[in-house]
């Protein structure tokens, strides 16, 4: 059984940073899209990034130039560093890993919260 296993999320001050991570356990990071989503008390929730096992990256809107994704395949994990965070980034982080050759899976993690305030 595929899982996904996240830890960094915490309190931080306006301006301050965090780095989430988030490890694939039952599982291979070869071949798959690893990312997280992150959803706000009474929003939907949004994709944060994605990175592919060769690289390939991509940003929501409201991070770019703020936050970094990161992979190492060989850890199978994923990592996610967040830079000038502020209180409209508070929210529920989500890691999820999407695997479309066999095995195939898609698997969402149980969430890290992240809290920004002063």
């Known amino acids: 059984q595929v899982q996904l296993v996240e830890s960094g999320g915490g309190l931080v001050q306006p301006g301050g940073s965090l780095r989430l991570s988030c490890t694939v356990s039952?599982?291979?990071?070869?071949?798959?899209?690893m990312g997280w989503y992150r959803q706000a008390p009474g929003e939907q929730r949004e994709l944060v990034a994605t990175?592919?096992?060769?690289?390939?990256?991509n940003y929501g809107d409201s991070v770019k130039g703020r936050f970094t994704i990161s992979g190492d395949n060989r850890k199978n994990s994923v990592y996610l560093q967040m830079n000038s965070l502020q209180p409209e980034d508070t929210a529920v982080y989500y890691c999820k890993i999407r695997r479309r050759v066999t095995p195939t899976y898609n698997v969402w993690g149980q969430g890290t919260q992240g809290t920004v305030s002063a």
């Open positions: 990175i592919t096992s060769g690289g390939t990256t």
């Open positions: 039952g599982g291979t990071f070869s071949a798959a899209t």
